[in-house]
């Protein structure tokens, strides 16, 4: 992320602390004066700016956050839900030390608001890796029934999970080598294999369409592209894999069952497969911390 970026954001903000008197309306201003009241122990505000319910609800989270300073990272907004890579000062720990977890909001009746909740659980239970487990379940869920999904909710739904990956990318990167190596060598024979098959529904339906002979060739050289990219596998290559999945899925459902109705049960299958590997990925990562 630029230093140009992170220079309007730190003006935005100051501005924001600094006339105190209007109201913090996107999501980035609105994280900025959670933490701010939550460092104060305002509750009236933590309330005002959250879906906490009462004031007597405020826990601050079980810690004490007295003067803190968050720094804020990667900011991903997908319709009406929003999550902020937060940057927050390790309890008892060596002076300059943040941990990352994330800020999540929701936008409600036009104003967007931090989920307290969800926002807890992830300070209290500060998993880099549960909220992906949670998004790659629900993605398999998709997948599995893809060719009767909206390709474009399809993608939508892959390009979120490209987002994860890229917004954990950093920290993740570190912890995991070993079992980014092994799912990067899983995934790329598994995206080969889809490929292979492709180029074979090619070979063998020379007569098809020229236009779903093009949308396939097309999906062929992009899972080529994307899986040379895990010969050196990091949470890039492994976001550019989704995208290339989401548009291969979009692209299948566009297909007539006249031509490749064989094929696409076949296509099915092996995007459920790779599912189930990513799953388990993400469920290894879990495991290990």
């Known amino acids: 992320m630029s230093y140009s970026w992170f220079r309007v954001v730190a003006l935005t903000l100051a501005v924001v602390v600094v006339t105190g008197c209007s109201k ?10 959670f933490w701010q009241a939550m460092s104060e122990k305002d509750a009236d505000t933590v309330v005002e700016l959250s879906t906490l319910a009462a004031v007597s609800d405020f826990d ?12 804020f990272g990667r900011v991903v907004i997908d319709d009406r839900e ?19 977890v994330n800020t999540y909001l929701v936008e409600r009746g036009g ?44 993608s939508r739904q892959m390009d979120a999970i490209a987002r994860e990956f890229e917004a954990y990318s950093d920290q993740t990167q570190r912890r995991a080598e070993q079992a980014m190596e092994k799912y990067g060598q899983a995934l790329q024979g598994l995206m080969e294999e889809l490929e292979k098959s492709i180029e074979e529904a090619l070979e063998d339906n020379q007569q098809a369409p020229e236009r779903e002979r093009g949308a396939l060739q097309r ?11 895990l010969d050196k596998p990091d949470f890039d290559a492994f976001a550019d894999s989704s995208r290339a999945l989401a548009e291969a899925g979009a692209r299948f459902s566009r297909l007539s069952d006249d031509t490749f109705k064989s094929y696409k049960r076949t296509w099915d299958a092996k995007l459920e497969e790779i599912t189930e ?13």
């Open 219 to 229: 999906t062929a050289a992009d899972l080529n592209r994307s899986s040379d990219r």
């Open 24 to 33: 913090p309306e996107t999501p980035q201003e609105v994280a900025a004066e």
């Open 111 to 154: 104003d967007w608001l931090v989920d307290y909740d969800r926002t807890g659980e992830a300070i209290m239970n500060p998993s880099p890796f549960a909220g992906l487990i949670g998004e790659m379940n629900r993605l398999g869920e998709r997948l599995t029934a893809s060719f009767g999904q909206s390709s474009d909710d399809l």
């Open 277 to 289: 590997r990513t799953r388990a990925f993400f469920e290894e990562l879990h495991g290990s911390e």
């Open 60 to 71: 601050s989270y079980a810690q004490d956050w007295s003067d803190i300073v968050p720094d």
């Open 82 to 100: 929003a999550t902020i890579v937060t940057r927050l000062p390790v309890e008892d720990g060596v002076p300059g030390e943040r941990r990352e």
